[in-house]
Each structure stands twice: as C-alpha cells, then as structure tokens.
C-alpha cells in the first residue's frame, strides 16, 4: 500500500513538473489556505504513517527473529534513528505550512485598505486589464534616536505588468514644500505647498507627523499619516499609487536574517551610528556577507554622507535583498520570515488578490529593477521644480521599457578601483546619451539667440522652450564600488 502511495506521489510530482510552469503553479497553490492546510493533514498522516511502519516493522522483525539482549536494543535504537530521520523533515514542512497559512490570514500584514480599489481580470492572466502597477514602498525608522513616526525610505516601484520591469523612484525624505491633488483636505490646509512645521522642517518625511497630529482633517481614517504621505507621494511624481507595502526599518534586520545575508562589495567603509549617537564600529569596504543588523546600517547610516547617497544604498540593498531571495532560499526560511513579516510589514494587498501579486513578483524577478531616485542633478530638494519632475518620471518609465534587465548590483570592481563599476547599463546605451549630450552641447552653443518678439511699445520677449527631461544612465554611481567618494 505504501508503495503504491508511493508511485502515485511520483507520477503526480513528474505530471505537476511537466504541464505548466512548476515555479509559478506551486507558488499559486501555496498562497490558498485551503490548500495549505489540505497540505498539513496530508504531511501529517503520511509521516504519522511512515513512522508507524517502522515501528511495526521493527517489531515484527524482532519478534520474528526473537532478538534478545543487545541486538533487539540495537534494532530499536536503529528503528528509533529512522523515526527521527522522518520526523524531523516533515515537522519542518508542517511547521512551514502551519507558518504560512498563518501569514495569510495575517489581517495586519493584508488587507489593508484601498487594496480592493483595484479589481484584477479573471482569467489565467489577472493582470490582463492593468498596464502598470504602482507600489508605494515606505520604511519605517525605528532606531533608538527618533521620536515621532517619519518615514525616512519612501521609494516607489511602477511595475509593467507584462514583462515585469520596473522603474523604482526614490524621494528624498527632506524634499520641502510638497503639493497635494486638488480637492484634498492636505491641498486646502497647504494651497502653497507643505510649510507647517516652519523652515528647513516642512519635509515630505514630516507629512505623516502632521497627519497624525490633526485626525480632524481625516475623519473616519484609520491612518492619516499613512494618506497624506500617499498624497503628497503621488503629486510629487504625477502617479497615482495604486498599493502600499510599509516595513519598519529594524524589522528588516530579521528579514535579512531570516534568507541568510545579502552577499555585496561595500563600496567604502560606513559607521555604524553616528548623529546623535556614537559611532560603534564600521561595515569595512569589500566583499562581505552582510547579515540583518549590517544590511540595516548600511540602509540607514547618515555619518559622512547626505541622503542622496543613503538613497542609494537603500535602492541597492533592496535590489540585492531582491536578487538573493530566490524560491529555494525562501522555502527553507519560511518560519523565520513569516515571523520577521507579521510583526514588521504592513500592506493594504487584499488575500484575495494574493495569487496575482505572487506572479507579478515573478515577472518584476525575470523584468528586474532600474533605479531611478531623485537628486539634485533632477530637481533641488529645498525648491523643486514639480512640473519638472512629473516629465522626468514619464521619461525615466519610458527609459526603463528599453533597458534590458539590469545586471546585479552585488559590485565586482574592488574598493579603491578607479574603473567604473558596473551598473548594467547597456554600452550602447551610454553611448548613445553621450553622443545625444554631446550634440545637444554643440547645437546650444552654435545656436543663434532665441528670436526676440517686439511688442507695439518697443519692448522684448525672450521666447522659451520647455526643458527636456535628463535621465541619468547610472543613477547608484554613489554608493557602488568603483565610484569616487566625496
């Protein structure tokens, strides 16, 4: 009976292999909890029956050869190795299993609101009716030295949904005066932009510390903070946010741990606290195998640095967090990340729609990132130009459908090295802005002055053109190896 149990589990492996994608289709059945716990029942009666055999079997067999003394306690310490040996990998499958049904029925972790704004298609492709997907990505920092709930990692991820590449937008958190859609409460209280807290303070960051302060002005929402910062967000870039995922920054620390590290060449060294506390060590340049508590500062270090940079090593981090968290290593991490991310991430992804988001996360794994954040090469942070903003996002989205997907961001150049490090750029590419900048700076220079109009009483006006949006072709030069440090 076992064997033909047996046989079938392998006929039904080798046909489950076959038809379809095994990735994809086994990611979809583990996102339904149903499944999931017809999955625990199974596993359990399998190993309880399998442990069983053994045990019958031993005593049958002792029995039959009437073992006395030493042999019949070798045959059950040899029975009692074999239990164990079944035992133990299925009470880590049942313990994954029981871990992730778990998850799912997480009301904290999904569910949120605003997730069911967004129906998805029916069909084998939920993604079939949606061209781009917009995912507000917020992180929490939660360090010892901050008072008051400020997002300090505010990116934005505007996903294809057909081939999964993404442009990921990173905003400065002391980008000032902020603007709000039309018709909002934020747009009546700032009709100029944001500028309650007073100078040098009226930073987006600071959106959600003001919304918290006023839940007047947010009747009936359960997060005001969390709404104005998606306001201001989806002004400043001229996208309109379509989900949020929100993780608090320590928390990260067990995410990394819990998929064993991120491997990286650091790019110099940086401290490890600094501002207002004292520096306590240094993540040292070079290849290194960076756990929790190091991934984190390198995220979140501000000692020697401006947040332009710390942008770029928060883009980086996340890309190779993403780059090393394949199925095989999350499968075997299961219990500790569903641990890490029921008690750090928050996420208004209804269950529902789970399975969808399953295999866009697939396709954004083939599509890959390109990094977009925003510098004062784009626009200054202390008097942005909006207008000019909204067109640089149209054409970084554009740039990044003609890019093939980026190479890793892990850095093979050495430390020191004064050769650029690679950034997955195509060469053709790089080429091709340069000699398009290269021809733009010779037609500006050779260019005649703009015609002058002159109006009846003799006066002049200069006639202008609409500047044209620069997209860099190697946005995180900051922060990877090779680069010069300032």
């Not at 937008?169 to 700032?190: C, D, H, M, Q, W």
């Not at 977009?372 to 942005?384: A, H, L, R």
């Not at 015609?451 to 006066?459: F, R």
């Amino acid at each position: 009976m076992l064997l033909a149990i047996l046989v079938l589990t392998i006929v039904a492996l080798a046909a489950f292999l076959a038809l379809g994608d095994p990735l994809r289709n086994g990611m979809m059945l583990l996102t339904n909890r149903s499944v999931l716990l017809g999955l625990m029942v199974m596993a359990g009666v399998v190993g309880l029956i399998w442990a069983l055999q053994i045990v019958l079997a031993n005593l049958a067999h002792s029995t039959r050869q009437r073992l006395q003394g030493s042999k019949r306690y070798v045959a059950l310490g040899l029975a009692a190795l074999m239990v164990v040996g079944v035992a133990l990998p299925f009470g880590r499958g049942l313990q994954s299993l029981w871990a992730t049904q778990r998850l799912l029925g997480s009301e904290t972790v999904f569910g949120g609101f605003g997730g069911e704004d967004h129906p998805l298609a029916e069909g084998k492709d939920p993604w079939a009716n949606t061209e781009r997907v917009n995912i507000l990505l917020l992180g929490q920092d939660a360090g010892d030295d901050r008072t008051g709930t400020r997002p300090d990692t505010i990116m934005v991820a505007s996903v294809d949904t057909d081939t999964g590449q993404t442009a990921l937008f990173s905003i400065p958190r002391n980008l000032e005066k902020v603007e709000f859609p039309k018709g909002t409460t934020a747009a009546k209280a700032f009709p100029d932009g944001f500028d309650y807290f007073g100078p040098n303070q009226d930073l987006i960051n600071a959106v959600w510390t003001w919304a918290e302060d006023r839940p007047d002005l947010f009747p009936d929402d359960p997060n005001p903070g969390l709404t104005a910062t998606r306001l201001a967000v989806e002004e400043t870039l001229g996208l309109e946010t379509d989900f949020y995922a929100m993780v608090n920054l320590q928390g990260f620390e067990d995410l990394v741990n819990a998929i064993g590290g991120v491997d990286m060449v650091v790019e110099r060294r940086i401290p490890i606290g600094g501002g207002a506390s004292s520096i306590d060590g240094y993540i040292e340049p070079g290849q290194q195998k960076l756990d929790g508590f190091h991934a984190l500062w390198y995220a979140r270090s501000r000692e020697g640095s401006n947040d332009f940079n710390r942008n770029c090593r928060q883009q980086r981090i996340v890309r190779r967090v993403a780059e090393e968290a394949d199925p095989a290593t999350l499968a075997l991490s299961v219990p500790k990340l569903v641990s890490a991310t029921e008690a750090n991430i928050q996420t208004d992804i209804p269950v529902s729609n789970l399975d969808a988001f399953v295999d866009l996360a697939l396709r954004i794994k083939d599509g890959g990132f390109t990094s977009y954040p925003i510098t004062p090469d784009v626009t200054p942070s202390s008097n942005p130009d909006f207008e000019y903003l909204e067109s640089w996002v149209d054409a970084s989205i554009e740039d990044s459908m003609k890019k093939d997907p980026p190479e890793s961001v892990q850095g093979e150049t050495e430390p020191g090295s004064s050769d650029p490090a690679d950034t997955g750029a195509a060469p053709e590419e790089e080429s091709s802005s340069e000699d398009s900048a290269d021809a733009t700076s010779e037609e500006e220079t050779t260019e005649e002055p703009t015609e002058e109009t002159s109006s009846s009483e003799g006066e002049t006006t200069e006639a202008t053109e609409t500047e044209a949006p620069v997209i860099d072709q190697d946005p995180l030069k900051s922060c990877l190896p090779g680069a010069e440090q300032g």
